[in-house]
């Protein structure tokens, strides 16, 4: 009879044994599912954000280059006064004195944060590998992209200070106005101004033209990466 009792008391000790082994794989499921859920929600929270920032790059994009449109439209427009045949010295010093301005919008960013934040958090990993693979080609597109019109702008706007300093601009904010200044002008080194005004202008139209291309491909790579990033929202 002892041996019976200590027999069901050895079965019913494997038994709890088995069921509390049972309960802690069953916990582990469930925390393991409860962590990829987690990595899930924070994966989708990453996506949204990178369309967040797509997006948003879309609108900058098309609002910089229709502004560079126009400025390009206006330059051009001298260009061809300047280059015609009926064209003389009066028309450069007309065209310089009152009408051209080197100056232009020199802003150049893109909304970068969310795939700073997957870099800094060791996040990238969370998406997967084709799909990081892309948003990395693009992130690395859109870094040569701006430090390309970064450095062509640069230079048109030193272009465009040295022309400034050397000849004063039509503003309403100038300094001196008045017969000192109309002086100035009729003093002016005509053949000088040609090649200076020739230097700052072919710079600045240049480097307009040059952001707006690349501005231009970088627009439609983003739309193309925004389609890609829809279907990944979908699936999802």
Do not use: C
């Amino acid at each position: 009879m002892t041996e019976n009792k200590f027999s069901k008391y050895l079965i019913y000790a494997i038994g709890e044994i088995i069921l509390v082994v049972i309960g802690i794989l069953i916990a582990l499921q469930v925390n393991n599912w409860n962590e990829e859920s987690k990595k899930e929600t924070i994966r989708d929270s990453y996506i949204i954000a990178l369309q967040t920032d797509l997006t948003a790059d879309i609108d900058l994009l098309e609002r910089q280059i229709a502004g560079y449109d126009i400025e390009i439209s206006k330059d051009l427009a001298l260009s061809r006064r300047l280059s015609s045949t009926i064209a003389n010295a009066d028309t450069i010093k007309k065209i310089a004195r009152y009408e051209y301005l080197p100056y232009f919008d020199p802003s150049n960013e893109l909304n970068l944060s969310t795939f700073n934040v997957l870099i800094a958090t060791g996040n990238l990993g969370l998406l997967d590998k084709d799909f990081a693979k892309k948003i990395q080609e693009h992130h690395a597109y859109q870094l040569t992209n701006l430090k390309g019109i970064d450095f062509n702008l640069k230079m048109a706007a030193n272009l465009g200070v040295e022309y400034s300093q050397e000849y004063p601009l039509n503003s309403p904010y100038n300094a001196i106005n008045g017969q000192i200044m109309a002086s100035f002008w009729e003093q002016i080194d005509k053949n000088k101004l040609k090649i200076d005004l020739n230097a700052t202008l072919t710079g600045k139209i240049f480097a307009l033209k040059a952001a707006n291309y690349f501005r231009t491909v970088l627009l439609e790579k983003t739309k193309k990466l925004i389609t890609e990033i829809d279907k990944k929202i979908i699936e999802n």
